[in-house]
């Protein structure tokens, strides 16, 4: 009923919505007149439905809670577990170490152990030599002292020669030598890295990605790694560790250089020698990203045609055959040798091919090649003086020393100074010391009666052609022979008449294939890859190739006396 002063007969059958209590009759006329009026049944079952909703509202966040209550514990446990799993590994790690270390202590004492009973045995055997030598010389004193003392004439003359001849002997026998010990030492490498530590970041390994790879030989090349968490949102922990390791197809490690954006992106530089399937691995804070170790495949570079100058002649930037040419490393320097015209022409290579100046010379120039300094060597097979170096400018420096040689055919310089060079007469390919003093090697293909035409040395390995036995033998840094590459045909990796090579600094060997009319291009191994022909070299045939330290390739046609160039 109503509460109201005389309304208490009246039950409360109304409720206003605009003061939100419940009314009589009496009052929804006198004190809520022109109020929101409702029915309270109408109410009751408006505002039930609302606390329902409402209701059903929390009750639904009190299960995301209890939800989250339990993706908290989960994740603590999971949490609990790493850490556990991190000083487990620690643990293991450290007394892996530890038993590294006791087993290198032993090996460490056996070995010092050996090295003193070696010694030991040295100095006994020195000491023991000695004093053999000393009881010699000695009774040789001895002998001849008591001879002295007892002064008989007869005694003396004719004890006299025997003594003289013993104490000669023993006079003219080597100095004894002292065995002096080598020095000992062991040698303690420390390193900041030889133990772990503890890495507490957001980074997940298996979320973070590698992106944006080029797959050029021979030109710096980049991609991007990219540290995210679990939630695979880009995040940077300033503790992370980036590891990169590329492996060539020959196994090598490749040179890296990361730059760190501070933002969880980090570029990675390299540049690749060579062409082939790369090994890539990635790891973050030592775990490897998803896929990683992965391959990537880096493409050859591909020569592109630049331009062609030259032509018969006699005049400058003319050419009546040309047998040889070299670019100059410190320079880029050109060095064309002129053979029908007896001289060596010298170009610049800047934007453009332009003719500098020429060496005239008493005999044709078979070859040509750059020292380091920037000098000029040439090869021209006469009686005398085979080998003369020139400054750039076309100076005679000297004469160098050339006993070793007989018919000589091709000349090149090796990464270490020495001077390599085919000969026609012996069928051998030497290796001389700079000035041509000393015959360093000499070696021959095993069973074969043809004569090497060009030979270079690269990696170890020296590469020499075989015109007649048409194709090009490899053999180790000793000389010793390895294995052919290429054979008589037309068909890809096949030559008729391979002649000049090169090797570029993608580790491309580059040979001219003369009376195919084209250049081949092969790994080092000797697999090919790709060949250069038709319009570069139509009625041409490419007998010499030369490249320089930005890759440029020099080609020199003998016969029309021209060179073309690619980039």
Known sequence: M????????????FYCEDCKVLICLKCSIVSHNRHRVTDTEKSVQEQKMQMAEAVAKVKAKIILYETEIKKQTDLQNENIADMMNAEKKMIDSLDEWMRDLRQHKKKMKEKFRDIYEAEQRQHAARVENLELITTQLK???DRGQSILERNISAEILNANPAILERCDELLIEREPDVYKSPYYNYVVEKSLNMFGRVVVTRSDPSMCLAEGHDNEAGKESKFVVVTRDSERLQCYQQDDQIKVDILTPEGHHLKT???DSNDGKYTVTYTPKCAGPHRFEILVNGQPLTGSPFLVEILQHQHQFALKFGSRGKGPGEFDSISDIAVSDK????????????????FSCDTNIKFQTQVRLDGAPYSVAFTDCGDLLTLIPLRNSKLRLFSEEGQLIKHLIDKHLEKPHHLSIASNGCLIIAEEESKEVKVLSFDGSCLLLSFTAPGCENCPKYALSHKNKFYVSYPSAHCIKVFNKRGVYLHDIGCERSNDGQFVVPVGLAID????????????QRLQLFTLSGKFLRKLEGEYFDNSKPSCAVTNNIDNLFVADVWRGCITVFY
Request: with cysteine; charged share 25%.
């Open 331 to 346: 320079t880029g320097t050109i060095a064309v040798a002129d053979v029908g015209n007896k001289r060596i022409q010298l």
């Open 505 to 516: 600094k993608y580790n491309q060997l580059i040979v001219c294939d003369v009376n195919n």
């Open 139 to 141: 009774s040789c004193v």
């Open 257 to 259: 250089k990361l730059k």
């Open 2 to 13: 109503c509460s109201q002063r005389y309304h208490e007969d009246q039950p409360l059958e």
